[in-house]
């Protein structure tokens, strides 16, 4: 198995990407090498610096960085030695099973879509992110923050990724799942919500069981979450604040320790014909060790395929 990794993506790049990489290179299993995108010469500097052998890792020379302010879609055609466009290429042509970047996340949206593309039948991909629950398990939400706006065929499609991810990542059993709205009741909310539910009411692609507030989003009730990008960024936004603030006040927690964005790394885009891992712009070493070890569950679980058996 190769992991592709944007090392020139994110804000202390590549710092922060190698010694993350390092470290996920000390817990992956053998048969799964991380393949280094980006500056190779500064890249073997750093890790020989470390003492470690530059030899565990493989690495693809890349001339081109896509900054965080540039227009996505623009510089994915201009800047086709960049190491995002360049990982995009190595994952069409098979030579990796999953690419990882916390650079440019519109260009990473654009490389998905032109490059990879969407599993036939999905109308919009998605991005999710995790709920830890008061009991110790995890519940996601989606979408968070690529769709703004959505009909109510797109956010019946979020149920079906979202629970397809739930069941064969995080292995929860016909997990629940419910559409993030103001009231239980079928009637309650705007008048896509009002007709989502009515897709999703009868729905033999997953496990529905109706409405859920924002009440519902750290209990057992329900284990995947649907709601439009807009909300979905909102709720994950006030979550990660609310962890910062707790941190502020200089107070330790074992449940809401478990907000800290590092626990988890990144996150997968579903609906598309292969794996790629998003990751925060502000990443810590940790932070992308961790989303290196997720994607190689990812890839395990042979998502993208798994959709595809759904959708066609």
Same mark, same amino acid.
């Given at each position: 198995?190769?992991?592709?990794?944007?090392?020139?993506?994110?804000? %202390?790049?590549?710092?922060? !990407?190698?010694?993350?990489?390092?470290?996920?290179?000390? !817990?992956?299993?053998? %048969? #799964?090498?991380?393949?280094?995108?980006?500056?190779?010469?500064?890249?073997?500097?750093?890790?020989?610096?470390?003492?470690?052998?530059?030899?565990?890792? !493989? =690495?693809? %020379?890349?001339?081109?960085?896509?900054?965080?302010?540039?227009?996505?879609?623009?510089? =994915?055609?201009?800047? @086709?030695?960049?190491?995002?466009?360049?990982?995009?290429?190595?994952?069409?042509?098979?030579?990796?099973?999953?690419?990882?970047?916390?650079?440019?996340?519109?260009?990473?949206?654009?490389?998905?879509?032109?490059? #990879?593309?969407?599993? @036939?039948?999905?109308?919009? @991909?998605?991005?999710?992110?995790?709920?830890?629950?008061?009991?110790?398990?995890?519940?996601?939400?989606?979408?968070?923050?690529?769709?703004?706006?959505?009909? @109510?065929?797109?956010?019946?499609?979020?149920?079906?990724?979202?629970?397809?991810?739930?069941?064969?990542?995080?292995?929860?059993?016909?997990?629940? #799942?419910? *559409?993030?709205?103001?009231?239980?009741?079928?009637?309650?909310?705007? *008048?896509?919500?009002?007709? /989502?539910?009515?897709?999703? &009411?009868?729905?033999?692609?997953?496990? =529905?069981?109706?409405? $859920?507030?924002?009440?519902?989003?750290?209990?057992?009730?329900?284990? $995947?979450?649907?709601?439009?990008?807009?909300?979905?960024?909102?709720?994950?936004?006030?979550?990660? /604040? +609310?962890?910062?603030?707790? &941190?502020?006040?200089?107070?330790?927690?074992?449940? =809401?320790?478990?907000?800290?964005?590092?626990?988890?790394?990144?996150?997968?885009?579903?609906?598309?014909?292969?794996? #790629?891992?998003?990751?925060?712009?502000?990443?810590?070493?940790?932070?992308?060790?961790?989303? *290196?070890?997720?994607? &190689?569950?990812?890839?395990?679980?042979?998502?993208?395929?798994?959709?595809?058996? $759904? +959708?066609?």
């Amino acid at each position: 198995m190769k992991i592709g990794f944007d090392i020139m993506g994110g804000d %202390h790049a590549p710092i922060n !990407e190698l010694d993350g990489a390092i470290l996920a290179a000390q !817990e992956l299993p053998s %048969h #799964v090498k991380i393949v280094l995108i980006g500056d190779s010469e500064a890249a073997k500097k750093h890790i020989t610096g470390k003492n470690i052998d530059p030899g565990i890792f !493989e =690495f693809v %020379h890349t001339t081109e960085v896509i900054e965080m302010g540039e227009h996505p879609t623009k510089a =994915f055609s201009q800047k @086709p030695d960049s190491s995002i466009s360049v990982g995009f290429k190595l994952l069409k042509e098979n030579k990796m099973q999953a690419f990882a970047s916390a650079g440019n996340t519109g260009a990473m949206l654009v490389g998905s879509m032109f490059s #990879v593309k969407s599993v @036939p039948g999905v109308i919009r @991909p998605c991005i999710t992110s995790v709920l830890p629950k008061q009991s110790g398990g995890y519940g996601l939400i989606l979408d968070v923050g690529t769709n703004a706006d959505c009909k @109510p065929d797109v956010l019946y499609q979020f149920g079906i990724l979202g629970s397809l991810y739930a069941q064969h990542v995080y292995k929860v059993d016909k997990p629940k #799942v419910g *559409l993030l709205n103001i009231g239980e009741e079928p009637e309650k909310g705007n *008048l896509v919500a009002q007709a /989502a539910y009515g897709l999703m &009411k009868d729905s033999k692609d997953f496990n =529905f069981i109706g409405n $859920v507030e924002g009440r519902d989003l750290f209990n057992d009730k329900v284990d $995947v979450i649907v709601c439009e990008g807009f909300v979905g960024n909102v709720v994950l936004k006030a979550a990660e /604040a +609310f962890y910062r603030l707790i &941190k502020k006040r200089d107070r330790s927690d074992e449940y =809401f320790d478990r907000f800290n964005y590092e626990n988890y790394g990144g996150t997968p885009i579903l609906g598309i014909n292969s794996n #790629v891992m998003i990751a925060h712009g502000i990443s810590s070493p940790l932070a992308f060790k961790n989303m *290196l070890l997720h994607t &190689k569950e990812i890839v395990d679980a042979n998502l993208p395929e798994k959709i595809k058996n $759904v +959708f066609n």
